[in-house]
């Protein structure tokens, strides 16, 4: 008896029928894999220069904003000649008129006590305007208002600093002299005495506008000590 083939798998055969699909796929992909694959890679390519295009654009458009021109201070004399010129937008060190005149009026409000509460309280207020709240100071001027409340000494007496000089040292330390005259609520004289401090500071130019009405230089006292001269 013959019998005919009709392509379907036969049992013990030595080439399967799957053969087939797997040759017509290898002929397929022979065929479109590479129109695919080289699709798939200018894809890729146009969706990178895309990206480089764009943050080209972005930082030529950062460069345009930004400003060209340089400001500059220029200091003349009674006759108008040029004695000193500066960049406006580069912050400068602090002259040291300025940073004697605050650290005078820093001794002053941290010592000085008034029988007028809302003068005392911002002379207080502005004491710790000046005062690092990272450094020592901060817990030093702590300390010391706790134990020399100026509202409860105010009570009995009233003090009064005077600043005699205040000289630099070395780097950014500075030394404060001053007489602190001590009378009674009824203006009797009680006592006169010479002191001396010793002050570390820096200087953090001020960056908001909080900052500059309390502290417009941006001088601040990193740790201080004191004491009376015999």
């Known amino acids: 008896m013959n019998f005919v083939s009709t392509g379907t798998k036969i049992a013990g055969s030595a080439e399967p029928t799957e053969n087939v699909y797997l040759n017509a796929r290898r002929e397929w992909n022979e065929r479109y894999g ?3 694959a080289q699709a798939r ?22 460069i345009a904003s930004q400003s060209r021109i340089v400001p500059y201070v220029v200091q003349t004399d009674r006759l108008g000649d040029a004695v000193a010129v500066r960049r406006a937008d580069v912050a400068v060190d602090a002259d040291p008129r300025i940073i004697r005149a605050q650290l005078a009026r820093w001794i002053e409000d ?16 502005e004491a710790y305007a000046l005062v690092n709240r ?11 208002f706790a134990a020399h409340d100026p509202f409860t000494r105010a009570r009995l007496d009233l ?27 009824e203006g009797a004289l009680e006592k006169k005495a010479y002191w001396d401090a010793t002050l570390t500071i820096s200087v953090h130019p001020p960056t908001d506008d909080a900052t500059i009405l309390r502290n417009p230089t941006g001088l601040y006292i ?9």
Do not use: C, K
């Open 34 to 36: 590479d129109y695919i």
């Open 41 to 62: 890679s200018w894809r890729l390519v146009a969706m990178g220069s895309v990206t480089v295009a764009a943050l080209a654009v972005a930082g030529m458009t950062w």
């Open 110 to 125: 941290v010592r000085a006590v008034y029988s007028d509460v809302a003068a005392q309280r911002q002379v207080v207020t």
């Open 134 to 144: 990272n450094g020592p100071a901060a817990q030093q001027l702590n300390d010391w």
């Open 159 to 185: 003090v009064n600093p005077s600043v005699q000089s205040v000289l630099p040292l070395a780097g950014h330390t500075w030394r404060v002299e001053w007489m602190e005259t001590t009378r009674s609520r």
């Open 222 to 230: 990193d740790s201080f000590n004191w004491s009376e001269r015999q």
